[in-house]
């Protein structure tokens, strides 16, 4: 984006610029946070995988991601589909009102759809990569952060990355005069921070890939290691 400093790595937006899209006080900083693209495609499906989540899920995208991968017409005839997809809803949707809270009782044997009952990590990636190539809309767990901040036209002042936070929420905080409030701020962004997927989970996650899978996964969050710095 021509409207990124290089000076700052691609984080903090120039001195002087025509503010975008709202009417803000003379003076005001715009800011946001972002982390890594992969550690919160993964923290995403790390909680995605058991069954009150699944029912949750369904129809947003697991529902489809499954289908796409172990129900396409070339291997799967339509009533059949029909038939083990009907089985797989009425196993799945009783966990989104808690039903089974207690304990998850085991899918049936023999569909497809419920072995396993969840989306696997490659399942994920495949619709994710099957979704850009369609051209349709990101879903808001894995969309690149460059995307849904509109980065290019938003001109933030500070973009705060997730893994740093405690080194630059202190400036930040300075910057709005609000530096007597950074242990109430440091305490917050370390819980946020314990629940991000670390870089060993994140390459435990990525060796379940093949090279193109990584490859196409790259290609989608290649803007958001170009701005944010991340590799």
Known sequence: SSGINAEYGGRIGPHSRARQFRTEPEGS?????????????????????????????????????????????????????????????????????????????????????????????????????????????????WAPASWWLDICQNDFDYVIKLEEVAIETPYLLSKLNLAEHSELYKSRTNESGDKSATRREIDQYLRQLTFEEQVKLNEIYNLDYEIFGYE
């Open 29 to 141: 900083i715009r800011f946001t946070t972002v982390r890594h693209p992969l550690a919160r495609l993964v923290s995403h499906y790390r909680n995605s995988v058991s069954l009150r989540q699944v029912s949750l899920q369904w129809d947003d995208w697991v529902r489809d991601a499954i289908i796409e991968s172990r129900g396409p017409p070339e291997i799967m005839p339509a009533k059949e589909k029909q038939r083990l997809l009907a089985e797989a809803e009425a196993f799945i949707r009783p966990y989104a009102a808690d039903i089974h809270r207690d304990q998850e009782i085991p899918p049936p044997e023999g569909n497809p759809f419920l072995n396993p009952p969840y989306a696997t990590f490659p399942e994920m990636v495949a619709f994710i990569a099957l979704k850009k190539e369609r051209g349709k809309g990101a879903n808001g767990h």
